[in-house]
């Protein structure tokens, strides 16, 4: 089975504070992407990449970086936390292929105080 | 910029009662895939199906089907028979090319659908 593990659940932490989501998976995947997800607006592409120390702008990427250092990890980082940022972040993979599906990791509730 | 439109935001049927979710999209890409997510309370989300720009045919996996018409541009998604189960959050999402050449889904903004017993 296909397994995109994020690495917390749940997460609360504090305005101005440097926040790191790690997300690792573990079927060889070129692609990976990071999304947040908030009632009303469906899911947001913040930033994804296509390859070791490769990445791409999404629709939202203010206030986030990223990185990815290993084929099977990519971490989102938030320099300095703020409260506009409480908010479900999903992480996916993907194969690099046209028209193939993401799979999901089960999402970090980040709140930010 | 492509877009995908859910307008139904919460649907809620009893049990049994047959169910369509719309989807709507927007691409100036001619060749384009369309998938439907499912997100059930535990948030993990969950891939139902992919339907490619060239397929048009109708598909029916169990008390699913969905819908693919070209010419008005939708996607929608039927469940016969429905059940507690299928309480969830549908998503529907459109393949786009980046700049760099990479592909990436754009998301509609979800139904929510509640099945009472």
């Known amino acids: 089975d296909v397994k995109v593990t994020q690495s917390s659940r749940y997460l609360v932490k504090r305005t101005g504070e440097k926040v790191f989501l790690e997300c690792v998976q573990d079927?060889?995947?070129?692609?990976m992407f990071w999304y947040r997800q908030d009632p009303g607006l469906g899911l947001r592409l913040i930033y994804f990449?296509?390859?070791?120390?490769?990445?791409e702008k999404g629709d939202i990427p203010e206030g986030y970086s990223v990185s990815r250092e290993k084929k099977e990890r990519f971490s989102l980082i938030l320099e300095s936390a703020s409260t506009n940022q409480t908010s479900m972040y999903l992480c996916a993979s993907s194969f690099r292929i046209r028209g193939t599906e993401a799979f999901f990791g089960q999402g970090t509730r980040l709140t930010v105080v | 910029a492509q877009k995908v439109t859910q307008a139904q935001t919460e649907i809620s049927v009893v049990e049994k009662e047959d169910v369509t979710l719309d989807c709507v999209y927007e691409t100036r890409d001619t060749t384009y895939y369309l998938f439907w997510y499912k997100q059930p309370p535990s948030g993990e989300l969950v891939f139902l199906i992919r339907?490619?720009?060239?397929?048009?045919q109708n598909e029916i996996s169990g008390r699913y089907s969905w819908n693919f018409q070209k010419s008005t541009s939708s996607f929608n998604f039927t469940i016969t028979a429905s059940q507690v189960v299928d309480s969830a959050v549908y998503f529907c999402a459109l393949s786009e090319l980046t700049q760099g050449g990479s592909e990436k889904l754009v998301f509609g903004k979800g139904t929510k659908l509640t099945v009472n017993p």
């Open positions: 079927m060889d995947h070129e692609n």
């Open positions: 990449s296509y390859d070791v120390k490769m990445k």
């Open positions: 339907r490619n720009s060239f397929d048009e």
